[in-house]
């Protein structure tokens, strides 16, 4: 009997071992998954913080470079992180910006195994490239050059005394003064690409072009009046072009090549009948699209985190 009950006190013995070293572990496990789930959502936390304000920084890089950083900090605080967490830069060039976030996390049943704190770092930067791909683009084919900031460009050209020829009309999704006066009005629908022929419209298409530049005109209500040097951004007088070279041919024939994308302010329409023109002031912009390194810089660009 002596020997049985010595047998069973050294189980017992080994079971309140195994039972301590067992609480140990589940201790470490509940710490691990705990504040490991905390610092991860921390984490995502400040990663979509700094994501936003980057990309809310690049919004300035075009035509306010000097204000993006101060959009940016503004960006980060609003989602919650302080100003002496974060810290964002620009390139050389003011094509983008770089955040970065640091943030001493207080850790909760880590302490137990002597971690009292952890340091998370975040990482984001985003960039404008010029655009290579839109939608919304206003059927005016404008011929592609090196226009300067705030230069005054004819965008739809009147035909004079003869209408037969292309005053720089083009044809998206369908032919005809209605379909035509509808993309005026609200931009074409479809996605325009670089390299893209498309057709052009051919006569003056006054009526048209009249009733939709006024209609873009009329609901620009900013006070004060939407200029080439102060704009608002989103003014229905804001038009995404493309720009291009012209395949030679006669009227209707002719075939307009997308080389490039650029936005005009429409100042004003003169004229009517053959005599019409549609002018607008080149603006450094950003827009939605498809942006990339590789094309070419017509001032128009789109936003996009790169790391």
């Known amino acids: ?8 006190l050294d189980e017992e013995g080994a079971v309140s ?6 609480m140990v572990a589940l201790t470490g496990f509940a710490a691990l998954v705990t504040d490991a789930g905390f610092m991860y959502l921390t984490r995502a936390r400040m990663v979509n913080a700094v994501d936003s304000a980057v990309l809310a920084g690049a919004q300035e890089l075009a035509g306010n ?11 980060a605080e609003m989602n919650g992180l302080s100003d002496d967490e974060v810290s964002f830069s620009l390139d050389d060039g003011n094509t983008s910006i770089t955040g970065t976030a640091s943030r001493r996390v207080d850790l909760f049943f880590a ?4 971690i009292e704190n952890a340091v998370l770092d975040v990482y984001s930067k985003a960039r404008i490239a010029p655009l290579v791909a ?29 209408s037969c020829g292309w005053f720089g009309a083009l044809r ?13 009005k609200y931009g074409y629908s479809g ?14 298409m006054s009526g048209p072009t009249s009733d939709g530049v006024a209609y873009r005109v009329g609901r620009c209500d900013h006070v004060p009046e939407c200029s080439g040097n102060s704009y608002v951004e989103g003014c229905p007088r804001i038009c995404i072009v493309p720009l291009g070279v012209v395949h030679e041919g006669v009227g ?15 100042g004003e329409y003169v004229g009517s009948g053959n005599e019409n023109k549609v002018k607008g002031t080149f603006i450094k912009y950003i827009t939605s699209g498809t942006a990339d390194d590789k094309g070419t810089d017509f001032g128009l660009y789109a936003v996009q985190l790169c790391e």
């Open 1 to 8: 009997m002596a020997v049985i009950r010595k047998f069973l």
């Open 17 to 22: 071992v195994l039972l301590a070293a067992a």
């Open 65 to 75: 470079p000097e204000n993006a950083l101060n959009v940016a900090v503004s960006y």
């Open 111 to 114: 302490r137990i195994l002597g």
């Open 134 to 162: 839109a939608k919304g683009v206003v059927p005016f084919g404008v011929l592609e050059a090196d226009y300067t900031l705030g230069e005054e460009v004819i965008l739809k050209q009147g035909g004079g005394e003869g």
């Open 172 to 184: 998206l999704g369908g032919n005809g003064g209605n379909v035509y006066r509808d993309n005026v």
């Open 191 to 204: 996605t325009i690409e670089i390299g893209d022929v498309i057709d052009v419209e051919p006569g003056n």
């Open 252 to 266: 209707s024939q002719q075939r307009f090549e997308v080389t490039g994308f650029a936005a005009f302010l429409i």
